[in-house]
């Protein structure tokens, strides 16, 4: 008669492997069929292109701030040191008074008519009288002129407070903007990293298209020799941003060698003896409006709508339907059409 044995039960340390690959391999396709697809060159492109667009917003406001909190620093300075000045006069002032008081003290102990009954020379005594007849004149000049240094003084220190007050948040305003600037360079940053080496090649020269074409000094002067002469302080700024053309593309930058979009656009008109503020939403009030790209001429300043508000990107119309312009980092100074983008206005200065 046939023995049948029971089949040993598998050990415990056998089932949890079994148990641990079977749930990772259910994990594994429930990951294939559930991940996200990867991204295409086209979707990183849109996204980046946003980013981008909102980080050149914030590096406009971060200008702004900027300008304004050297501007107030400026001021302050010179406020504390008219401060530390009036100061120095109010002490004198109140150091002479204190003198002239003690002396009229130490001689006003007898009344006037005793002393001149008294006196073995009475004209000599009417003039030291005149004389001190002056000296309390003096002596209320110098008393009116201390209450003005004083008020003067008590003006400065409260205007010195609130230009600090200011100050402060500015600074606030500025340190925001930064952090935004940089947040936004991170995520298009991660996104690009998110690519392969191939998408990567594909997205630049979808970029340097977008943009206006890679563009250097060398390979553009037979282009630039074609561009209408312009004259006077335009014809000087478009030649001084042509001059930039390859230069690197950094936020807060405003030249010599490295700009964001409106600092190229305040160093090419600084350089032919024009200042124009720093900011693209205060670029967009200067000179007067010009009706369309039509009418535009070179020197014009033409300013872009942003995707996330109004003024957002700048460049200078060199003629022939083209602005040269600093587009954002990772790009250089380069030449676009002007129509590009959308046009908020157009400003000749």
């Not at 009475?122 to 003039?127: A, C, K, N, R």
């Not at 630039?224 to 593309?249: I, T």
């Amino acid at each position: 008669m046939a023995t049948h044995r029971r089949p040993k039960p598998p050990s415990h340390a056998r089932v949890v492997v079994l148990t641990a690959a079977a749930a990772a391999a259910v994990a594994l396709s429930a990951q294939s069929a559930w991940a996200d697809p990867q991204p295409s060159v086209g979707d990183v492109k849109a996204q980046m292109d946003g980013l981008n667009s909102q980080a050149e917003r914030a590096t406009e406001q971060y200008d702004g701030a900027k300008e304004k909190a050297d501007g107030l620093r400026q001021r302050a300075s010179q406020l504390q040191d008219e401060v530390a000045r009036t100061q120095a006069q109010v002490d004198q002032l109140e150091e002479g008074l204190a003198s002239v008081a003690g002396q009229q003290y130490m001689q006003d102990g007898i009344d006037p008519s005793v002393q001149l009954m008294l006196s073995a020379n009475p004209s000599g005594y009417l003039d030291r009288a005149a004389t001190q007849h002056q000296a309390s004149i003096s002596e209320a000049a110098a008393l009116k002129a201390l209450q003005q240094a004083e008020r003067s003084l008590d003006q400065q220190k409260q205007d010195a407070a609130t230009t600090l007050a200011q100050l402060d948040t500015t600074t606030t305003a500025l340190n925001n903007a930064k952090t935004q600037v940089q947040t936004k360079l991170q995520q298009s940053q991660s996104l690009l990293n998110s690519l392969t080496a191939s998408q990567r090649a594909q997205l630049l020269a979808a970029q340097q298209q977008a943009d206006g074409g890679e563009v250097s000094r060398s390979s553009t002067r037979a282009d630039l020799a074609a561009l209408p002469q312009a004259s006077g302080q335009a014809g000087a700024a478009v030649q001084a941003a042509l001059s930039r053309l390859g230069d690197p593309y950094y936020w807060g930058a405003s030249g010599p060698n490295a700009f964001d979009c409106s600092g190229l656009m305040q160093w090419a008109y600084e350089q032919a003896g024009i200042q124009l503020p720093r900011t693209s939403q205060e670029q967009a009030t200067v000179g007067t409006a010009v009706p369309g790209l039509a009418q535009a001429q070179p020197g014009d300043l033409v300013i872009y709508n942003a995707e996330d508000g109004p003024e957002g990107h700048v460049g200078i119309y060199i003629g022939n339907g083209e602005v040269a312009h600093a587009p954002h980092r990772g790009a250089v100074v380069r030449i676009m059409p002007a129509n590009a983008l959308p046009i908020a206005t157009i400003r000749r200065v």
